[in-house]
């Protein structure tokens, strides 16, 4: 995916500010489709003379005898959209869109090591910007609206070169038997309830956090002071997953209900597990080691009654 402004700069003529404005009438007149010309000194850009407002000075009154046969920099705006080749491109289409109504649709100037690269229009930027929208768009979870395996995965992959990292794996107890109870509607309405518990408390003070799929959730915090993050979200959970449950369900003690195994067992409700896994004491090489590990703890996690957290409790096989 394409998400550097650079990638998508072409190649365009530069001047000298010294230029007469003659000779940038000149170049205009000989490419037609030239939308502005990048003034340069230094191999660095310092000014942009569009063509919009070029010709709307030569074209007043007095204007071609004034301008003229002076140089080029009198009609030059001097202080230009200049990003980097790294910026990410979502980032160039906000500082674009920010330009005053004047400035709006002129070429982005894109620079590399500091001196002049290219030039992005805004036409370009607006269809590369749609183009990833969409794409991103196809690797999120359609119920939860966040990103889903593939973005987990990569996010996971990033975090091996990480100092510190707490990865957080975030799923629900019971949730079989609640969809068997109650529907998937409902089910579903628990999922988007616990997506926003887990917004709150990780995505919101800028963690990652992605659903892997069903009642299954993951997050990826740089750090290793994770314990109040989980204490929260637990808590927050256990005083609200009442409300998506009959009264009645509740409060009859014999009540049962079918198990994973198909036989009645007596009805629980919804618990969450966080199984937490670090490299504080051991230094990952692939996020399949992470996947393993973490799996591991999920297991040990799911066998404690309750909503509860594990951090780094795993014992793999040999």
Do not use: W
């Not at 019971?174 to 409902?186: H, I």
């Amino acid at each position: 995916m394409v998400t550097n402004i650079g990638e998508i700069a072409k190649k365009v003529p530069t001047i000298s500010p010294n230029m007469k404005n003659k000779q940038v009438d000149e170049i205009f007149t000989k490419n037609p489709n030239m939308r502005g010309i990048v003034v340069v000194h230094n191999n660095k850009p310092i000014a942009h003379i569009t063509r919009t407002h070029f010709y709307q000075k030569i074209g007043t009154m007095y204007g071609y005898n004034l301008y003229m046969g002076r140089e080029s920099k009198l009609l030059a705006k001097i202080d230009p959209l200049i990003v980097d080749y790294l910026q990410p491109i979502t980032e160039v289409s906000k500082l674009a869109m920010q330009r005053t109504e004047e400035d709006l649709y002129d070429d982005v100037i894109v620079i590399q090591n500091d001196e002049f690269f290219g030039v992005v229009s805004i036409r370009a930027l607006l269809m590369k910007f749609v183009e990833i929208q969409v794409e991103f768009a196809s690797f999120l979870n359609p119920l939860s609206n966040l990103p889903g395996n593939h973005l987990i995965e990569q996010k996971l992959k990033e975090s091996l070169e990480l100092p510190q990292f707490s990865i957080l794996y975030f799923d629900l107890d019971f949730f079989k038997t609640y969809n068997d109870l109650y529907g998937f509607n409902k089910g579903d309405k628990v999922l988007l309830h616990l997506t926003e518990i887990l917004k709150r408390n990780i995505q919101q003070l800028g963690y990652f956090l992605g659903h892997i799929g069903g009642d299954d959730f993951m997050a990826v915090i740089p750090q290793y002071d994770i314990k109040e993050i989980c204490e929260n979200i637990i808590h927050e959970f256990d005083e609200t997953i009442p409300y998506f449950y009959d009264q009645a369900h509740l409060s009859e003690p014999h009540f049962k209900v079918k198990g994973r195994a198909g036989q009645l067992e007596l009805f629980s409700i919804m618990s969450l597990s966080i199984a937490v896994l670090t490299n504080k004491e051991i230094k990952f090489e692939k996020v399949e080691e992470l996947s393993n590990c973490v799996a591991a703890v999920k297991r040990k996690c799911k066998k404690v009654k309750g909503s509860c957290y594990l951090i780094n409790e795993y014992e793999l096989a040999t």
